[in-house]
């Protein structure tokens, strides 16, 4: 089966750094993907990985660890609009993204 | 930029009536693929669509699920019997690879209210 396991809330102030943590159980891997949604909305791309390491990407950042079966997303200089529902999604190697249920952020001022 | 746009935005029918949702997927993407978020959930896969044909489907699609791509531009999903449950917000998404190389790129959605 897959599993895919991330906090379900998290606060953080406005200028300030956040990391969102993912851990995944899945029977395949062939790449892991942050989305962004805003309520209401569609997600929205953010960022990709595939091989062990960081990949950045303006305010954005995200780590894997296919050995630890784990990922990050770091997000920097937080702003009000960065207030979302953060999803992380794995393929598993079939043509199919698997999604954690998100980790919904509240940036105060 | 280019963009995965779905009509409508909202659709409410009563339980039991065929509805279908359309998607045009960005114009030189492949891959064509849809999601449904039930209110509160997690986003959830139904069914991947290349070179007209099914690729991959979850056991959420169904009989009562299909998916076409009528002409050079739509991609459509349709429910023939809606039940309650199918009450859902319904993303459509294209890719311009198979999704384990590519990024998949998300429409609006559809917000879809049975009753």
């Known amino acids: 089966g897959q599993n895919i396991d991330q906090p379900t809330e998290m606060t953080a102030t406005e200028g300030a750094i956040v990391q969102i943590n993912c851990t995944y159980q899945t029977s395949g891997f062939n790449g892991l993907f942050w989305y962004q949604q805003h309520a209401g909305e569609a997600p929205t791309f953010l960022s990709y990985?595939?091989?062990?390491g960081l990949e950045e990407k303006g305010r954005f950042s995200s780590f894997l660890s296919r050995s630890k079966g784990y990922s990050y997303l770091l997000l920097k200089e937080l702003q009000m609009k960065d207030s979302a529902s953060y999803l992380c999604?794995?393929?598993?190697?079939?043509?199919?993204?698997?999604f954690g249920k998100g980790t919904m952020l509240l940036v105060s001022p | 930029e280019p963009e995965v746009t779905q009509t409508p935005s909202h659709q409410v029918t009563q339980m039991g009536q065929e509805v279908i949702l359309r998607c045009v997927p960005i114009?030189?993407?492949?891959?064509f693929y849809w999601y449904r978020q039930i209110l509160g959930q997690k986003v959830e896969f139904l069914v991947s669509?290349?070179?007209?044909?099914?690729?991959?489907k979850s056991e959420i699609f169904d009989d009562q699920f299909s998916v076409e791509r009528p002409d050079g531009s739509n991609f459509t999903l349709k429910i023939r019997s809606t039940k309650l449950e199918d009450s859902a917000m319904y993303f459509c998404?294209?890719?311009?690879?198979?999704?384990?190389?590519?990024?998949?790129?998300f429409g609006p959605g559809t917000r879809l209210l049975v009753l």
């Open positions: 999604a794995v393929n598993s190697g079939y043509s199919t993204l698997t």
């Open positions: 669509f290349y070179n007209n044909e099914i690729s991959e």
């Open positions: 990985n595939v091989l062990d």
């Open positions: 114009s030189n993407h492949l891959y």
């Open positions: 998404a294209s890719s311009s690879r198979d999704s384990n190389q590519e990024t998949q790129y």
